[in-house]
């Protein structure tokens, strides 16, 4: 048997599929709830499905509902199709990274709504407000530095300086760089550094979180998509090293 796969456009095909083959009696009530939690589990897809498969819980609800709604298979499946195009519009023309994937499961061992939510505003932001989107990917990293330096069960860093922050958990967590004698994990956790630095001075310089020069330069989309990777692919390192390194010992 093919292993699932769990992108955001397969779960929303296989949902899709589930909400006609439902409509039209050719499929069975589980199918739909599997589906549609499926959906609801995603951070992505959670926020865009249309509110009739949010509502509609139970697979015989959904059908009452659909069976109410319009009398022919053809005007369900023309409505369900209409539906769900946006969805796929929106995830096929912004695209979705490996980052977004790894990230969002990780999100789920830790259990951090706060975490979650500034995740989504990363990726909702990403296209059409990238002032946004790296003032979310700054306060991203500084929440992700924050959760775990609490998890160890010490008192974060507050001032609002992102390196200090950064240094402060790096020393923590052993990933200091000249904590190391090899070149390559000197060179490798000084990047780490970098990246820190380089996202608090963008955030500082193009993001929406201060106050704006009349001239000051707008930042486009490959800018607001290098800080949401950027900062999506170090806390995802942090996390997974606070999971395997330290999460049965704090």
Request: glycine residues 6%.
């Amino acid at each position: 048997m093919t292993e699932k796969s769990f992108k955001p456009k397969d779960i929303l095909e296989r949902l899709q599929k589930a909400c006609i083959d439902n409509a039209t009696g050719s499929s069975s009530y589980e199918t739909y709830e599997e589906e549609r939690s499926s959906a609801l589990s995603n951070l992505l897809l959670s926020k865009m499905l249309p509110d009739w498969v949010v509502g509609n819980r139970y697979g015989s609800q959904y059908w009452n509902f659909i069976k109410s709604k319009f009398p022919s298979y053809k005007e369900r499946r023309n409505f369900i199709h209409n539906e769900f195009t946006p969805i796929f519009d929106y995830i096929e023309k912004s695209g979705i990274y490996p980052i977004s994937e790894s990230f969002e499961e990780l999100l789920k061992v830790c259990n951090s709504p706060n975490l979650e939510i500034v995740w989504r505003k990363c990726i909702e932001r990403r296209i059409h407000d990238p002032e946004g989107a790296i003032t979310s990917a700054r306060t991203l990293l500084e929440s992700t530095c924050i959760y775990i330096l609490e998890m160890l069960n010490e008192i974060p860093d507050k001032t609002g300086d992102l390196q200090r922050l950064y240094k402060q958990l790096a020393k923590s967590m052993n990933l200091a760089p000249d904590m190391y004698h090899e070149q390559v994990f000197k060179q490798i956790l000084s990047g780490c550094g970098t990246v820190v630095d380089g996202l608090a001075g963008l955030r500082n310089k193009l993001g929406d979180a201060h106050g704006q020069e009349t001239k000051q330069a707008k930042p486009s989309k490959r800018h607001a998509e290098l800080a949401v990777n950027l900062s999506g692919t170090l806390c995802s390192f942090l996390i997974s090293t606070y999971e395997e390194k330290y999460r049965n010992k704090s």
